[in-house]
């Protein structure tokens, strides 16, 4: 059974109606990856927004520069928050990036379903109860949440980036929530 054909529940300006800028983005996603994701299809709502959403996310998920966290670790935080959320669009998404940065398929869905059954390193299992807590408990983090994250090897500008990258999916997974947004069809079959 195939998902909702939607992508999300509000109008979205039609292609002749987007600005240049956000146009010649789009193309280069669909050039780079063979498909408009469809949370970037969503933001042309509000081209301000969207300009803000792709380079905040770009920053934070893409840039080797920006952070000690390799792209896998951040995408593994962004399946665990989701998946304490139920976000079914980034839970598809990104579990998918899982699947596709690991090479291991089950990762992709041990994290999706309960990242606690993965047979994770000392490292990674505090990062990704930390970013658990940090969704289903926020007010719980304590100093004792961050020494966990320390002893494990974290330095203060990696707990700044799990805490940021945490935070972000929470908001999306609330934009994805809100609006309905429905994850690209193509995302189910990959790195399988």
Request: proline share 5%; glycine share 6%; aromatic share 8%.
């Amino acid at each position: 059974m195939p998902q909702p054909n939607h992508i999300v529940k509000i109008d979205l300006p039609d292609d002749e109606n987007l600005t240049d800028d956000v146009r010649a983005y789009l193309d280069i996603c669909a050039e780079k990856l063979g498909l408009v994701p469809n949370v970037l299809a969503a933001y042309t709502a509000k081209p301000e927004k969207f300009e803000t959403f792709s380079r905040f996310y770009n920053q934070l998920m893409l840039d080797e520069d920006a952070t000690n966290l390799s792209k896998l670790e951040r995408e593994m935080i962004a399946v665990v928050v989701s998946a304490a959320n139920r976000c079914y669009y980034c839970l598809v998404a990104h579990g998918q990036a899982v699947r596709a940065l690991s090479g291991d398929p089950q990762l992709g869905e041990m994290l999706v379903m309960n990242y606690r059954v993965a047979e994770l390193t000392g490292r990674h299992r505090v990062m990704l109860d930390y970013a658990w807590k940090l969704t289903a408990d926020p007010h719980g983090i304590g100093d004792g949440d961050r020494a966990a994250l320390r002893q494990a090897g974290f330095d203060d500008g990696d707990i700044f980036d799990i805490t940021d990258t945490a935070a972000f999916f929470n908001y999306t997974n609330r934009m994805a929530h809100g609006l309905d947004m429905m994850p690209n069809p193509e995302y189910h079959a990959m790195d399988r």
